[in-house]
């Protein structure tokens, strides 16, 4: 589950900010940003990140910097992980506003659809939000 903490709007585009409640096994493809610089903060759980060609282990309490340009990509490791990502500038929390299930009461997913990394990657084109992915 994702939570969009900070948005551009409220930054003046400075930044934004999301939160991921991460479940062992939960990842991203390899990816290139081309408009903004992440920050991964590890709040508990354990994350295997790569960038570029360095991957280490972060776990809680751990901060890795990801520059734009650099062809990164994470994977869960523990059973569950708190994960913060910062983004410089802001912008690219509209991937999980405008692509993501709503989880209040209620809400479901369509029926039929499920997220994957096809749509991951589907609804980053759709919004335009300079990803290259596969780097």
């Known amino acids: 589950m994702v939570t969009v903490k900070l948005t551009a709007e409220q930054t003046r585009g400075a930044m934004g900010m999301t939160h991921f409640a991460a479940k062992l096994g939960e ?3 390899s990816h290139i940003h081309t408009l903004e ?3 991964f903060m ?3 759980g354990g994350v ?3 960038v570029g060609d ?3 282990l972060l776990e809680g309490g751990s901060v890795l910097f990801l ?3 650099i062809p990164h990509s994470y994977l869960v490791e523990s059973e569950t992980a708190d994960l913060y990502v910062l983004t410089c500038p802001g912008g690219f929390e509209r991937f999980f506003l405008d692509g993501g299930y709503p989880v209040h009461m209620g809400a479901a997913a369509p029926v039929g659809d499920r997220w994957s990394v096809e749509r991951t990657q589907e609804v980053a084109e759709k919004l335009g939000l300079g ?3 596969g780097s």
């Open 37 to 39: 610089d992440e920050i």
């Open 48 to 50: 295997r990140a790569t």
């Open 67 to 69: 520059p734009r340009g």
């Open 27 to 29: 990842r991203s493809p």
């Open 42 to 44: 590890i709040g508990s």
């Open 131 to 133: 990803i290259i992915w």
């Open 54 to 56: 360095r991957t280490e």
